[in-house]
């Protein structure tokens, strides 16, 4: 009886250090990913702002068409 039950609390030693190991591995795939994602959010929000500006840049040009045109 004691054979088995050391043999139990070896294979739960064990399994503490695997699901210790894959905690590690997943906390670092998390890391990497939150990186990633802020990595693209900034991107996208700085290509979001260039493209206001490009779309404020078109209207006045149309409003500057209207005018003269009208002007005409």
Not at 64 to 71: A, C, E, G, P
């Amino acid at each position: 009886m004691l054979k088995v039950t050391e043999m139990d609390l070896a294979t739960a030693r064990s399994h503490v250090q695997q699901f210790q190991e894959i905690s590690q591995a997943n906390e670092s795939a998390l890391a990497t990913l939150n990186a990633t994602h802020d990595e693209y959010k900034a991107s996208t929000e700085a290509q979001i702002a260039r493209l206001e500006v490009r779309v404020q840049i078109a209207r006045l040009d149309v409003s500057l068409i209207n005018i003269n045109s009208v002007r005409s």
